[in-house]
């Protein structure tokens, strides 16, 4: 394996061009998809980077519950500076292990805390709650899920805004933006160079559903002067998971955005464009860590195979 073994923990910082480049130039539902998906593989090689590192670096440390073989020299050759950095793995997969649980058992029980609140509220689809504290998001579940939105809210929206405000909420429940937001959150936790992915994907969903909005009213400077006047009274939703119409972050570049041109088709852009670039970057530094990690996970398996008797 050799220095192989360690490509994954650094080839996400092929991903950092896209986080802007690609937002600027794509479509948000491609740059959502894309981002996410770069995201997820990164983070799922890296930790396995970080575990064949931990088993190959402590193999040998006293009271090891591991198999006596899998301490033969030839497999710790495997790995450059096996000691050190198989005892500088196994603080840093714990570190990534708890975050990850810390962030889906967070999600969780904001989800089911948000779900026990609404569970006398009427309505199949629409959740208004009488609160003085502005605030929509929505709130994935069972039949779709539903919108939740305050009474302080809708009472500082036009109608034509509340219309605009529920189109925006409903685009993030039917594309599962929840899921893609969760993704990026649990990628970002396992490898801190996919954090620049994280903020790319909270801005790219929320723009994903403006335009999603806009088609649906027809309006795109309806859909832009909603998400202003939202978010100058809006708070954001209790979770980062959770999709809000007005959350913290550039809320000007979406308005800015709304007010111009619609984006062009989804499409794959060309390789001369300083975004297809940034593309094509990413795609290659995924593959390749994606290589790196399954290479050296089958080395791996075949070295401790011949070194463990049977």
């Known amino acids: 394996m050799g220095l192989f073994v360690f490509l994954p923990l650094v080839l996400p910082l092929t991903a950092w061009p896209i986080a802007r480049l690609a937002e600027q130039h794509l479509h948000p539902r491609t740059a959502?998809?894309?981002?996410?998906?770069?995201?997820?593989v990164m983070a799922l090689c890296s930790t396995v980077c970080l575990?064949?590192?931990?088993?190959?670096?402590?193999?040998?440390?006293p009271g090891n519950p591991?198999?006596?073989?899998?301490?033969d020299p030839e497999v710790r050759a495997a790995v450059p500076f096996d000691e050190v950095v198989g005892k500088a793995a196994i603080p840093a997969l714990v570190a990534v292990v708890v975050a990850c649980a810390r962030t889906l058992w967070r999600h969780g029980r904001v989800r089911r805390r948000a779900h026990r609140a609404l569970a006398g509220v009427r309505g199949t689809t629409v959740a208004v709650l009488p609160d003085e504290t502005p605030y929509a998001y929505a709130l994935p579940g069972a039949r779709g899920g539903r919108v939740v939105v305050s009474t302080a809210l809708l009472q500082r929206l036009e109608p034509a805004e509340r219309r605009a405000l529920f189109a925006h909420e409903r685009a993030h429940l039917a594309a599962r933006h929840h899921r893609l937001l969760?993704?990026?959150?649990?990628?970002?936790?396992?490898?801190?160079?996919?954090?620049?992915l994280r903020a790319a994907v909270s801005y790219t969903a929320e723009r994903w559903a403006d335009e999603d909005a806009a088609r649906t009213v027809g309006d795109r400077r309806l859909v832009a002067r909603a998400v202003g006047r939202a978010a100058l009274v809006s708070r954001g939703t209790p979770v980062a998971t959770l999709a809000g119409f007005a959350v913290p972050g550039p809320v000007p570049r979406r308005v800015a955005a709304l007010l111009g041109p619609a984006p062009p088709v989804p499409r794959w852009p060309s390789l001369f464009t300083s975004a297809g670039l940034?593309?094509?970057c990413a795609a290659v530094g995924t593959a390749v860590s994606a290589m790196s990690s399954a290479?050296?996970?089958?080395?791996?398996?075949?070295?401790?195979?011949?070194?463990?008797?049977?």
Do not use: E, K
């Open 278 to 280: 940034a593309v094509w």
């Open 51 to 61: 575990a064949l590192v931990m088993v190959v670096g402590t193999a040998q440390l």
């Open 32 to 40: 959502t998809r894309l981002f996410a998906g770069v995201a997820a």
């Open 182 to 196: 969760l993704t990026v959150q649990l990628a970002a936790r396992a490898n801190p160079f996919l954090r620049p």
């Open 66 to 71: 591991l198999p006596d073989g899998w301490s």
């Open 295 to 310: 290479n050296s996970a089958v080395t791996m398996v075949l070295i401790l195979h011949a070194a463990t008797p049977l």
